[in-house]
């Protein structure tokens, strides 16, 4: 490797890690279980992204790639540190949130998400989970959006959509979930414009100052706050007009999406 690109991407990957690992050492982790986590990770990208065609991946290949053992690489090979029941209900609350605000059955005369009985009727809430959740059961999903405060019942035993952003507020463990598919998705689109010379770019953008006096810092972040609520509202209908509930065997499916994040820092 060039010695100038070594030494770039080492500044920018030790700036990536900074916060992950300021996050992991708050929590009372310690670095020989962050190295565990690195291990696994180098194992599951070389099986996943450095195949080679029509041959099957081995111990000993996926050692070559990443200077590990072949004892140490049959044992990340064996283990899953994605699994999580947190990311599965937080993933499936977004998805029964996102079908109340487009599936036509779920919404009023003005388009608007409806007041849902509990477990009475075709239009009911639990339908609704049973239709976008999967097999989780309805209650449970009614417990994480009351929980984050999305939804609130009425006194006729009814479910209204109060908030059309899923952030899972009394959770630790969900919102950790979050930080790691969020940062994940954003790298990715940073790696792939890096990749695509040009050519099939994802949109990346970001505007930014280090000069701003803290009596403006308020004033922008509810400026910025709801011009982005706006949009992703706006992003979320269109979107969800072309997501389907259920997949079909002979198509090609993607998760798509925008992001959008506010950042402050004071200067040094």
């Known amino acids: ?126 339908n609704l989970v049973h239709k976008y959740g999967g097999d989780i059961s309805h209650k449970a999903v009614l417990d994480d959006l009351l929980t984050c405060g999305n939804i609130e019942k009425t006194k006729d035993e009814r479910v209204k959509l109060i908030s059309k952003g899923y952030i899972p507020k009394a959770n630790e463990n969900a919102l950790i979930e979050i930080i790691g598919h969020d940062a994940a998705s954003l790298i990715g689109t940073l790696e792939h414009n890096l990749n695509s010379e040009g050519k099939g770019t994802f949109f990346q953008k970001k505007v930014c100052y280090d000069s701003v006096p803290e009596e403006f810092i308020n004033a922008f972040k509810k400026l910025s706050a709801e011009q982005a609520q706006k949009l992703l509202e706006s992003l979320n209908e269109e979107l969800g007009k072309s997501a389907v509930s259920e997949k079909e065997e002979d198509k090609n499916y993607y998760e798509i999406g925008m992001g959008v994040y506010y950042f402050q820092k004071e200067d040094t």
């Open 1 to 126: 490797m060039d010695k100038s690109l070594q030494k770039t991407l080492t500044k920018a990957v030790a700036l990536i890690l900074r916060p992950i690992i300021r996050l992991w050492m708050k929590k009372g982790f310690s670095f020989r279980a962050f190295e565990e986590v690195i291990r696994w990770v180098f194992v599951s990208v070389a099986e996943e992204d450095f195949k080679i065609q029509a041959k099957k991946q081995t111990d000993s290949r996926i050692s070559v790639i990443t200077g590990l053992t072949r004892h140490q690489v049959n044992h990340y090979r064996s283990i899953n540190l994605e699994e999580s029941p947190e990311g599965a209900k937080s993933n499936r609350s977004t998805r029964v949130m996102t079908g109340w605000l487009n599936d036509k059955l779920f919404l009023d005369e003005n388009g608007e998400p409806s007041l849902l009985k509990i477990t009475t009727g075709n239009t009911s809430f639990q």
